[in-house]
């Protein structure tokens, strides 16, 4: 593993680790149990356990970050730093982004605050589907075969199935952010 990929690999699960820091200075005003999921009108219907939540799921996410990271490092490794293409760069920071903005959310509600659960997590979602959708019609045939499996035969056909992919997710972005409107 190169020296600027074990940099993001430490600083990004350093940041995935981080709201456990939150999750000290507010653990004696959570209740025991806090929401973890909701229906649709912002009712809690599922709950875990206050250390599990506020310890738990950082370090869960903080594991799944460095096993997507090494995959893709194994992945790409024979590419060239100045050929990876942006969406990798993205793709490194969505799963600490997300742990830090979830882990927000998660807290929020039980100490009273207003914050509707489903609109936010669309609202993020949504974002993150229209970033991922704008980037995957870039990405180069010799770079998708690296990374894409299995990878179409021809580059005609990649280029095709790339844009499609990336017409696709910025639907489902757009979807989502619609969906904010009418929940």
């Given at each position: ?47 875990g ?57 998660i ?77």
């Open positions: 593993m190169e020296k600027k990929n074990k940099k993001t690999l430490i600083f990004s699960v350093i940041v995935c680790l981080l709201p456990i820091i939150v999750g000290i200075v507010l653990y004696n005003k959570l209740p025991e149990q806090i929401p973890i999921l909701y229906t649709i009108n912002n009712t809690p219907y599922n709950y356990h206050k250390n599990l939540v506020l310890f738990g799921l950082p370090i869960l996410m903080a594991i799944v970050q460095v096993i997507c990271l090494l995959v893709t490092n194994l992945k790409t490794n024979k590419l060239k730093n100045d050929e990876k293409p942006r969406i990798l760069k993205i793709m490194e920071w969505i799963i600490p982004v997300l742990t830090v903005l979830t882990y927000i959310i807290i929020e509600i039980p100490l009273g605050s207003t914050v509707y659960a489903g609109k936010s997590v669309c609202l993020i979602l949504g974002i993150v589907f229209m970033i991922i959708g704008n980037y995957i019609p870039k990405i180069n045939y010799e770079v998708g075969k690296a990374i894409i499996h299995p990878t179409p035969k021809s580059e005609k056909a990649f280029r095709k199935m790339s844009k499609i992919m990336g017409y696709c997710f910025i639907v489902i972005g757009i979807i989502l952010l619609i969906m904010i409107i009418w929940t």
